[in-house]
T-cell receptor, first 116, second 119 residues
Framework: QQQVKQSPQSLIVQKGGISIINCAYE??????FPWYQQFPGKGPALLIA???DVSEKKEGRFTISFNKSAKQFSLHIMDSQPGDSATYFC???????????????WGLGTSLAVNP | GAVVSQHPSWVICKSGTSVKIECRSL??????MFWYRQFPKQSLMLMAT?????????EQGVEKDKFLINHASLTLSTLTVTSAHPEDSSFYIC???????????????FGPGTRLTVL
């Protein structure tokens, strides 16, 4: 059962454009929503994250929008650059529950290609 | 910043042999480390969670006797793939949870991954 659904699977954007990746979750017992960026052959790196008590968070060209009632959150990459070409994963962390080690539940990923 | 290293970065082995992968937190202590595997163009699949000084907790469907995890210290966890077969070929990634960031934003720091190829 996929608890975090990510779309689109792949995305092509022109340089300077806006890249938008969406995620939806089913479990309300999540309390932390990070986005990770992964380049081929490398481990994922935290890009930006948000908690459910905030509707938007911006860090440079990256913005997370969070809609708690719709159980959706999205990543916006403004002024997309060829160097942003990578795979992006959304994730959700379970609220504290003794023994679950608060593992991350991952989306299936979005392959982003930014054309020069 | 918090850095997690993995060794080796890639390994090729013959079928039937065992391979050990190390995961180290270089500048912080990690009570919890996570081991993932990732197939090409797929998401990360959590294999197990290891806590320092205790037995690892394996995800459903992951054979604990095949994927041995040892978390002997606050900075080192190892994953041993025993009697490896070609279907075990994958990208193995570890992550470590920084003690100091409990409750704060930065939760898991990821290693660079280890590419295992079993011939």
């Amino acid at each position: 059962q996929q608890q975090v659904k990510q779309s689109p699977q792949s995305l092509i954007v022109q340089k300077g454009g806006i890249s938008i990746i969406n995620c939806a979750y089913e479990n309300t017992a999540f309390d932390y929503f990070p986005w990770y960026q992964q380049f081929p052959g490398k481990g994922p790196a935290l890009l930006i994250a948000i908690r459910p008590d905030v509707s938007e968070k911006k860090e440079g060209r990256f913005t997370i929008s969070f809609n708690k009632s719709a159980k959706q959150f999205s990543l916006h990459i403004m002024d997309s650059q060829p160097g942003d070409s990578a795979t992006y994963f959304c994730a959700a962390r379970a609220k504290f529950n003794a023994g679950n080690n608060r593992k991350l539940i991952w989306g299936l990923g979005t392959s982003l290609a930014v054309n020069p | 910043g918090a850095v997690v290293s993995q060794h080796p970065s890639w390994v090729i082995c013959k079928s039937g042999t065992s391979v050990k992968i190390e995961c180290r937190s270089l500048d912080f202590q990690a009570t919890t480390m996570f081991w993932y595997r990732q197939f090409p163009k797929q998401s990360l699949m959590l294999m197990a969670t290891s806590n320092e000084g205790s037995k690892a907790t394996y995800e459903q469907g992951v054979e604990k006797d095949k994927f041995l995890i040892n978390h002997a210290s606050l900075t080192l966890s190892t994953l041993t793939v025993t009697s490896a077969h070609p279907e075990d070929s994958s990208f193995y990634i570890c992550s470590a949870r920084d003690l100091r960031t409990s409750g704060k934003q930065q939760y898991q720091f990821f290693g660079p991954g280890t590419r295992l190829t079993v011939l």
